[in-house]
């Protein structure tokens, strides 16, 4: 169920090259929802007797059941990210709708997860409640532009650690050969490449394909996998305008 | 010049000073006023919120509609509580729900077989022959008038998938069976929780055990938004059914006045539309308008904390009504609350036993007489109903209790605003009544 709450800003870490985490405290407990779903954050103050003021869509990148903590990530690309770049302080207060959407991951495939940027924001929360020995493989693929750009990589860590069936692959448009993440996992030069991944599952063409990223990432990635021979139901996109 | 907020506490303020005015003395002189059998039970908070609401103009579903529905679906434990208009679309709208193409395989399709009993209030029956389903009518217990176990097992054929009934008057139908019969062959339950808010079974409350549950805020309910109802559902995919089924049948899952809440307005793919075409228009189901306004929603966010409250006086006047007609038990069967069960009392059905030397007729007329109200339980048999004549339908069994409940059952009421003094008068008038006061009532007709 849908609810909407003033949030004070906890923290912001500044990735590099105009890439954030934000960190929010809702004034009052969250609702529950599912690993993927996505909230609305609004800067402008809401007053809750009228209209839900200019928001945009960004991926629950918390788990569920954190109380009033949640987690969000984005990258500065339009108006509204930069308004977020310039306004967003600590201790100031946003408005939040949540939850919504339905890229969640269901189903006893295997399961391929092919992050780009900001984008492993729809798939962190699903990685934090993975159970150590599901039955299912999951192989999460991940690019960004830089290493450093590469986020999650302590969570990504640990649940390799502790999930039996879990890879990931790290890639880095600007990556040098032998190029590792601050966990020590070495990262690929180069864009996400889907071949890396097909080659780590024993059954490629009978997973389930989730994707989320900037839309020219979803497009070129989705474009690949349908060329693969994959049929479309297999193929989630985490896609907004 | 005041400002808004400070216009708005003074309106409260005086609010509060026209609820004492208006409302805060309450009278009873037996030989002038009514014994309702149910009613409004407020005080000045539902008053406020009313008036608080209609003050922010929003009118549509709003902040006090996520309120409502928030801590609503918290009392039950549940995930999903929409707000509809009432407890029949609440009905309506779970049962529609169920015919939806998203469920699949799963969706109930004309021609499929709906468990249910014949007596009861017609909008539990109505939306299975509305969605093309075939119900199919098991007869009840007298004393606690829900389904007959044996005969709901009996009903289940293999045309059988779904099982709509209502806890009626409060009272729990038996929901071990029903769980195991929907378990074993994979159907679906929708509890019409409509009388029942707050009653128990094995110590769980009702409305929590069926993929859907619906309640009504009509007046005569546990509590009240004037009109109102829920759905409740932990399933969020039939949640998100059930409002597109709420909303005109939309796709889109913006709530009123918002835009573009899924990110995807104008990039989908929907049938044989156009590629991106306005996903606000775009229509999953044949729905309807069944929505409420923040108004009501207010008034129910008023009437909710004081539930428990409502539901114990509840079942103070049931034990006194208790008291009082023991004596007249060889005449009367008194109601009576199944195993496992702790009703959230609805009413005090009462149905006169065919040796007692007078009719039902005779004993409601006399009460209304002396200004107690009654009521029938609801329909009676619901087949004897010129609206149910001719609609494709199965009887398991015989119908015979459920037609002793058409001629010999009422209730009486056991709301809240029921007290010791309208009580005394309750037994004055049964007491008189047993020892022959039966003046004789004129029949007027029209010339």
Known sequence: MTRKLACRVDSIAAHGERVYTVRLRAERPLPSFRAGQFLHLALDPYDPSGFWPDSRAFSIASA????????????????????????????????????????????????????????????????????????????????????????YTDLIRRTALHARRFQALFFAESAEPGDRTSDGAPIESGRLNVNAVWQRLPRPREAAYYISGPPAMLEAVSAELRAMGLAAEAIHTDAWE | MSSAEELRAQIDALVRRYYAARFGERSFEPDRD?????????????????????????????????????????????????????????????????????????????????????????????????????????????????????????????????????????VP?????????????????????????????????????????????????????????CVVTSDRELARIARSVRDWGRDCYCAGGENNTCGTRFSQQFGTLPRGFDHKYVYSHLGYNLKATDMQAAIGCAQLPKLEGFVAARRRNFARLTEILQPYADRLLLPSAPAHSEPSWFGFAITVRASAGFSRDDLVRYLESRRIETRALFAGNLLRHPAFDGIPHRVVGDLSNSDVITTSTFFLGVFPGIETRHLDHIADAFAAFMKGDRPTLRVTRPA
Request: charged content about 20%; overall charge negative; aromatic content about 8%.
């Open chain 2, 34 to 170: 009514l014994v309702h059998y149910a009613g409004r039970v407020f005080d000045s908070r539902e008053l406020s919120l009313l008036v608080d609401a209609s003050l922010d103009f929003y009118l549509t579903a709003n902040r006090y509609s996520e309120q409502f529905e928030t801590e609503f679906a918290a009392y039950l434990g549940a995930d999903e509580a929409l707000l509809v208009n009432s407890g029949s679309s609440a009905n309506l709208v779970s049962m529609t729900a169920l015919t939806s193409s998203r469920l699949g395989s799963r969706r109930l399709r004309p021609g499929d077989e709906v468990v249910t009993v014949a007596a009861g209030f017609p909008t539990t029956v109505a939306p299975i022959v509305q969605n093309q389903l075939v119900p199919v009518f098991v007869d009840v217990n007298l004393g606690d008038y829900t389904a007959i176990p044996e005969r709901v097992r009996d009903a289940v054929g293999p045309k059988t998938r779904a099982v709509m009934m209502a806890h009626t008057l409060g």
């Open chain 2, 173 to 229: 139908f038996d929901l071990d069976v029903v769980g195991e019969l929907a378990r074993e062959h994979d159907l679906w339950v929708v509890e019409d929780n409509c009388d029942a808010l707050g009653s128990r079974f094995r110590g769980r409350l009702t409305g929590t055990f069926g993929h859907l549950s619906t309640s009504s805020f009509y007046p005569a309910h546990h509590i009240t938004m004037g009109e109102g109802g």
């Open chain 1, 64 to 151: 569920s059941g954190h109380d009033t903590a949640l987690e969000l990530c984005y990258s500065v690309k339009g108006r509204f990210t930069s308004r977020m770049e310039r306004e967003l302080a600590v201790g100031g207060t946003v408005w939040v709708k949540l939850p919504y959407g339905d890229f969640v991951i269901e189903g006893q495939d295997d399961v391929v997860l092919l992050a780009g940027g900001t984008g492993i924001s729809a798939f962190t929360a699903y990685l934090e409640q993975l159970p150590p020995h599901a039955s299912s493989s999951v192989v999460l693929a991940y690019g960004a532009r830089a290493a450093s750009l590469l986020l």
